[in-house]
């Protein structure tokens, strides 16, 4: 684990090592316009649509999105895509640099703040929405960035948080696929069929265990009123790198994969009319989110 100079044991330090280390993953434009073409697209836009259920009285007129842990910045392209004024914040002065192309590339446009999540420079109440894929599970006291998301937040506005933590899941009983397509990989690669790709590495960076629960007794302490509790992402990623799942694979296989999906959602949605197929129970889903609105008497 890592310890930075604000004594709370997380990642903010080794995030960019991270990024380094993932340095073609982390190029990647999982931003889709139209149709998702791999499982990575495909995930972001569902996500996107179960966000846009939460957003309400946010998407007046100029309202102002924060992406803190933003990274690449894919989920905050589909907000700016929507008339947020969007802003991400990183660390890493790297990614941020990677984000702004993406958004160029797709004729989006968002501000880039390299500053950390747990002193962010905005005033109290700046932003209608805060949202997060995969940010909280690196804080072993997660409540340190949700009390300073708190603070930039509205009164009115909503956290979105997507936790990625440690846990069983859809994807943890479908790992056996992973292992045999990294086998299989592996054989290809020796004889040159495909190209090699080197192991990588994620010890630098602490996650945690935790459900929804911790979170969503955070938020309350603070004077939230919780609009969703579950799971999200009901099903496997598959790739032939076990370490790191969203690995992509060949284009065509990445397509089929999609389509594979897609019908597995209209089945979803068939059982479970009233909501997302995306979403889920949190025992089943790859991901756990929590939304959180913040009372307008705030």
């Not at 192309?101 to 968002?110: H, K, P, T, V, Y």
């Not at 479908?174 to 020796?190: C, D, K, M, P, Y």
């Amino acid at each position: 684990m890592h310890q930075d100079k604000t004594g709370v044991t997380g990642s903010i330090g080794a995030f960019d090592d991270s990024w380094k280390i993932r340095a073609h993953e982390a190029r990647q434009n999982y931003y889709a316009v139209g149709a998702p073409t791999n499982q990575i697209m495909m995930s972001f836009k569902n996500q996107w649509e179960v966000y846009r259920r939460f957003l309400g009285a946010a998407q007046a007129l100029g309202p102002r999105s924060l992406e803190p842990g933003s990274g690449r910045g894919s989920i905050s392209c589909y907000f700016a895509a929507a008339g947020f004024d969007a802003y991400l914040l990183d660390t890493s002065a790297e990614i941020l640099r990677v984000a702004e192309d993406i958004f160029r590339e797709n004729g989006l446009s968002a501000r880039f703040v390299c500053a950390d999540c747990l002193a962010m420079p905005f005033p109290d109440g700046f932003f209608d929405t805060v949202v997060h894929c995969g940010l909280l599970e690196h804080f072993e006291d997660y409540r340190a960035p949700l009390v300073e998301q708190w603070r930039v937040l509205k009164p009115g506005g909503v956290i979105i948080a997507t936790i990625v933590p440690e846990k069983r899941s859809v994807q943890t009983l479908f790992s056996f696929v992973n292992r045999g397509l990294a086998a299989v990989h592996r054989v290809l690669a020796r004889i040159g069929m495909v190209r090699s790709v080197g192991k990588e590495e994620k010890k630098s960076l602490y996650r945690s265990s935790h459900g929804s629960s911790p979170y969503v007794a955070a938020l309350t302490a603070l004077g939230a009123r919780i609009e969703y509790q579950g799971g999200i992402f009901p099903v496997p990623s598959f790739s032939y790198s076990p370490a790191f799942p969203f690995t992509l694979m060949p284009r065509p296989i990445e397509r089929a994969l999609v389509f594979l999906w897609s019908g597995v959602l209209v089945l979803r949605r068939l059982l479970w009319p009233r909501r997302h197929p995306w979403m889920c129970s949190e025992k089943w889903g790859q991901h756990v989110l929590v939304v959180a609105r913040k009372p307008l008497s705030v």
